[in-house]
């Protein structure tokens, strides 16, 4: 059974860090392409940044330059480096995994907030 479980989240000021981990279990990491997503109150699920089995990254245009994902596939461990972070971050952050196939997993979740 997969698990992923997040953690890192939290209050931070505007133009400050932090810094997202992913642990995932039950399935061969390495395989999988890894993504953070988030939804902010009243808002649509949206994708944030994704990493391929091959270290190819994709950000949204809102967090390019400011966001960078990491994986480690030794320790099944994906990364979400967050800088710079503003108000409109504020959201659950939540860890997929997608296999080759289309199959999708999903963490609990874990809440940023950001104040101005």
């Known amino acids: 059974q997969v698990q992923l479980v997040e953690s890192g989240g939290g209050l931070v000021q505007a133009g400050g860090s932090l810094r997202l981990s992913c642990a995932a279990s039950?399935?061969?990491?390495?395989?999988?392409?890894m993504g953070w997503y988030r939804q902010a109150p009243g808002k649509q699920r949206e994708l944030v940044a994704s990493i391929m089995n091959d270290f190819r990254t994709d950000y949204a245009g809102s967090v390019k330059g400011r966001f960078t994902i990491s994986r480690d596939n030794a320790k099944n461990t994906v990364y979400l480096q967050m800088n710079n972070l503003k108000p409109d971050d504020t959201a659950v952050y939540y860890c997929?995994?997608?296999?080759?196939?289309?199959?999708?997993?999903w963490g609990q979740g874990t809440q940023v907030t950001v104040s101005s």
């Open positions: 997929n995994a997608r296999t080759s196939w289309g199959l999708d997993s």
């Open positions: 039950g399935m061969i990491f390495r395989a999988n392409i």
